[in-house]
């Protein structure tokens, strides 16, 4: 027994009470004078002893009542072991599919093991079998017939996802806690290094499951592989791509390697390079023409191993000319657009131009040809330029607008329409959040200096990417339907601030700039298991559309008009058309930790082994299960009842005492 | 008699108030006399009592002439004063006459009745007199009607002190050895002794032809012990201790005490003793009529 609560044990010291008034007050006697004790006897009367026995009951009931208080407020427990039913036994059989498992016949010699293993099945054992990469895929429910599991093994494919044994133990622990069953799990894999979780802990299965452990391949077979790429996803005005690859070997000897670079499946370059013993070396094609238009480009090195897939590494690449950016200013304001058009134009790679418009004369009825709209401190927007700018934005464009005082003096943002009033304090820059993509890379904005600024009314949904030392909001990033609004609490033209004048300008308007111009998703490639998004909301746009590596439409009508993001599971190319309209080429590489095929060490694998259930599983087997039970509540109503019977009895004893005198 | 003389009497508590013992004698007989009715058959010395035959020997002083004018028959006619009788007061001043529960005491009570006594006595002009007496004699009056007689037992009761013991017996054989002459002898006591041995001590004055009058004098707490809680209770005489619990006290010492009442009163009265049971908070005309009944059969 246990006690929850054990210093209100010290409550049965109260005991001492009782005892002191029952057993030593009693017996303090006056002596009384008596004219003749002549019809007295010497000899304790009978209902003395009825008196005393009274006595000694309502002693034994007042400790009884202080100890039971003390017990029920210490809040007493037993944990008592009572025999349960034996968990019925389910075989798990999981298969590693990683990208790894395509080396050699790893993958067919992994399917080999795990028929095996059906067949050894007793005949009414539940079996299921189990995907294992990055995350975990029940191939079959639990089954009895041997038919679906043998098919569920045939089917299996590599895929190029990494293998991840935390999350595949993860998923035995969830299993073992809600099957009530006992599992035998068999894992067939190559036991890939790289797969193991940063702690052991991670590696420990549920109390009811035994692991065994298969490990296909032999040894530490070596293998080379383009570890990365890294190209330009766009190049503007005909400049030429600089592309650079990195390759790697993992128990592999000094070797002589070619590497190609192909455009749409032509080597347009080639190059020999020593990649040293179990090391790394770096190709660079600093020139490369790319024509206009949306390429599929490789890196391919020879000659190969046996692991194929890795020793080439997928990119895209898009030639186009920069795109527009206009830049709406007031009348009389044809200034303003200066700052803001020399920091972009310093910038070519970001492959942005901005042309400057004065916003009564601006043709705002197609705005689909720039990149994002920039609105210099405006004034009230007449109606139709206001609803073409929403419309456009709502369709996937974007709009920097920037609220300087002319934008406080109108009293509100203009088309989002919240509150907007001017401060006359000078500030600096205070909290700047360089995880959020609009300033992703933005270096802090020292010593630059508000004169004044505009207090913004951030609404829900809203991210507050900068703030004014103050506290107030200096950048704030909105979505609109499809598109997006960054809201500047201040003019760009350097008239309220000198923000224009600081270096940090210049990043500011570029990285703001690839933002509104959607340039931050384009990377020239990604690895497998990368989700790509699709749509903003579910409840805007048009179909969305997804062309895998092999030219089939992945999204089925529902997911392509409802779908929010789609994962890029295979290695190859992914045509992707976003919800607002764009069109997206998405190279996906299999994930290079794959390509190290270093296994786990023996040692290792044995200490996984045995953090299993070590004990032979025993199919019915009665076990023992552990329940605390608290009592502290009958512990109170017997309180309750010794008080009530000592009260009852106690009055009857006072009552009899009474009749005495 | 049917008089009710209860409400003329004062409380036993308040006469403890009183200091002098003559007063306290006074005040409890007047009251009582205050509360008679004039009757033939009670009256004092020199009133007319009854006319006898008039027989050889008699004093020709006492023959009523005037009725043996008429009748020309000798009558003699006598008073009541002609039937003077001794009264002896025996005090029982043993340690256990110390007990009370209230204000008064039984010596106390015991003291307010023998001085009433004698008070009433010396009213009637009997010889009087008195013996305080423990396991010893503590004080001996001879029994006289002279003058100064009444405050002589007056102070003897309120010298009266408290001694050890009770022994009846010393007392009684003093008693008997000056005691000729017949009259009525009171005991004034507790009689924590056994009945049998109570009535053979006193008997033997019985058959010299004295009235014998035992007043049983108790505290109410003896008659009905009201005991909270178990007490350790000492003898008063003996010094002896015994605990006992409220619950014997209340039934079997009550059985007891009523059980030595009963048995005393039997014996006594089987014995020709007049026995009359005085709680100490009851007033004392019970114990002065019993004596004026003695007396009037004295006459």
């Known amino acids: 027994m246990s006690f929850l609560s054990p210093w209100f044990l010290a409550g049965i010291a109260a005991v001492a009470l009782p005892l002191w008034l029952h057993l030593l007050q009693r017996y303090k006697r006056t002596p009384q004078p008596f004219s003749s004790l002549m019809f007295f006897e010497r000899r304790l009367q009978a209902s003395s002893k009825q008196r005393r026995l009274r006595e000694f009951l309502l002693l034994a009931m007042r400790i009884a009542l202080l100890v039971l208080l003390s017990l029920a407020f210490a809040q007493p427990f037993i944990t008592h072991y009572s025999p349960v039913a034996g968990r019925r036994k389910l075989t798990v059989i999981a298969i590693d599919r990683s990208f790894s498992m395509r080396y050699g016949a790893r993958l067919t010699e992994a399917k080999a093991r795990a028929h095996a293993l059906v067949r050894a099945l007793g005949g009414g054992d539940l079996a299921q079998i189990l995907a294992v990469d990055s995350h ?31 999350e595949f133990v993860r998923v035995l622990r969830v299993m073992d806690a809600s099957s009530g069953m006992q599992l035998d799990v068999h894992f067939i894999s190559d036991m890939q290094q790289t797969s193991m979780p940063p702690v052991f802990t991670d590696l420990v299965p549920g109390p009811h499951t035994k692991l065994s452990l298969y490990k296909v391949g032999s040894g530490n077979p070596p293998n080379w592989a383009v570890e990365s790429v890294t190209a330009p996803a766009r190049v503007y005005n005909g400049s030429p791509a600089r592309v650079t690859a990195v390759l790697s070997g993992w128990h592999t000897p000094q070797a002589e390697k070619t590497v190609s670079l192909m455009l749409d499946g032509k080597v347009v370059a080639s190059k020999s ?37 890795d020793d080439g590494f997928l990119f895209s690449v898009q030639r186009s000319d920069p795109r527009k950016v206009l830049f709406l200013y007031a009348n009389g304001r044809a200034r303003d657009a200066l700052y803001y058009k020399a920091a972009m134009e310093s910038a070519p790679d970001a492959g942005l131009t901005v042309e400057p418009a004065r916003l009564e004369q601006a043709t705002v009825d197609d705005l689909s040809n720039f990149a994002f709209v920039v609105l210099d401190n405006p004034g009230e927007l007449d109606a139709a330029t206001a609803r073409a700018l929403c419309d456009y934005i709502s369709k996937g464009g974007a709009v920097l607008l920037a609220a300087g005082s002319t934008t406080a003096q109108a009293g509100h943002v203009p088309l989002s329409g919240e509150a ?74 350097g008239s309220e601030n000198d923000f224009p004048l600081h270096t940090s300008f210049v990043p500011f308007v570029v990285q703001t700039g690839r933002y509104l111009a959607g340039e931050e998703d384009l990377p020239s490639n990604v690895i497998a298991g990368t989700p790509v998004e699709l749509r903003r909301s579910r409840s805007a746009g048009t179909a969305a559309d997804v062309i895998g590596p092999d030219g089939r439409h992945e999204l089925n009508i529902r997911e392509a008009t409802s779908a929010l993001s789609f994962n890029l599971d295979r290695d190859g190319f992914y045509e992707v058309q976003r919800a607002g309209g764009k069109r997206l080429l998405i190279a996906v590489d299999a994930d290079r930790r794959e390509s190290d095929l270093t296994a786990i060490p023996d040692e290792t694998l044995a200490l996984w082994r045995n953090t299993g259930s070590t004990s032979p599983l025993q199919t019915g087997a009665v076990e023992r299960q552990s329940r605390s039970w608290s009592f502290w509540r009958y512990l109170l109503l017997a309180a309750f009842a010794v008080a009530l019977v000592e009260s009852i009895f106690g009055a009857r004893y006072l009552k009899r005492g009474r009749e005495v005198l | 008699m049917a008089i009710e003389l209860t409400n003329r009497f004062v409380d036993p508590a308040v006469l403890a108030s009183i200091s002098s013992i003559d007063l306290v004698a006074k005040t409890v007989v007047d009251g009582f006399i205050a509360g008679l009715h004039r009757s033939p058959d009670f009256g004092f010395s020199q009133e007319f009592a009854e006319y006898r035959a008039y027989t050889p020997g008699d004093d020709l002083r006492h023959v009523d002439w005037n009725v043996y004018a008429r009748t020309e028959k000798a009558y003699l006619k006598r008073y009541r004063g002609e039937t003077n009788t001794t009264l002896m007061v025996l005090l029982d001043a043993s340690a256990s006459m110390g007990f009370g529960s209230g204000p008064v005491h039984k010596f106390d009570y015991a003291r307010f009745l023998a001085s009433a006594l004698v008070y009433l006595a010396h009213l009637q002009r009997d010889s009087a007199g008195l013996i305080v007496f423990h396991d010893e004699i503590e004080n001996f009056i001879h029994p006289s009607a002279r003058q100064g007689q009444l ?35 009171v005991l004034i006591s507790d009689f924590f002794e056994e009945p049998d041995a109570i009535v053979d001590t006193v008997l033997p004055l019985r058959f010299r032809g004295n009235e014998l009058i035992l007043f049983h004098v108790l505290d109410p707490a003896e008659i ?55 709680p100490t908070d009851r007033p004392l005309d019970r114990a002065l009529r019993e004596y004026f009944t003695i007396r009037q059969g004295r006459m």
């Open chain 1, 420 to 493: 907007a009033s001017f401060v006359h304090q000078p500030e600096t820059v205070g909290d700047i959040d360089r995880g959020d993509a609009a300033l992703a890379g933005v270096a802090d904005f020292k010593n630059v200096q508000f004169s004044g600024y505009t207090l913004l009314s951030p609404k829900a949904g809203d991210r507050i990417v900068a703030r004014f030392t103050a506290g107030a909001p200096l950048l704030i990033a909105r979505s609109m339907g499809e598109g997006r609004m960054l809201i500047f609490a201040s003019s760009l033209d």
């Open chain 2, 224 to 278: 009905d012990p009201k005991l909270r809680e178990p007490a350790l209770l000492i003898d008063m005489e003996t010094s002896e201790a015994i605990e006992t619990s409220p619950e014997y006290a209340h039934r079997d010492y009550r059985q007891k005490i009523q059980a030595h009442v009963a048995a005393l009163r039997t014996k006594a009265e089987g014995a020709g003793l007049d026995y009359f049971l005085l």
């Open chain 1, 136 to 166: 975990v895929e029940a191939l079959t429910a639990p089954e009895r017939e041997r038919l679906p599991l043998h098919a569920a093994i045939d089917s299996l494919q590599a895929t190029d996802h990494a293998s991840s044994f935390g």
């Open chain 1, 273 to 309: 390079v020593t990649v040293p013993a179990s090391g790394r070396a770096e190709v660079e094609f600093p020139s490369i023409n790319i024509p206009y238009g949306q390429h599929r480009g490789e890196i391919r090195l020879s000659p190969g191993d046996q692991l194929p897939e």
């Open chain 2, 151 to 185: 405050m002589r037992l007056l102070h003897g009761i309120e010298a009266a002190a408290l001694g050890k013991r009770t022994d009846y017996r010393r007392p009684f054989f003093e008693l008997q050895q000056f005691l000729k002459r017949r009259g009525i002898t």
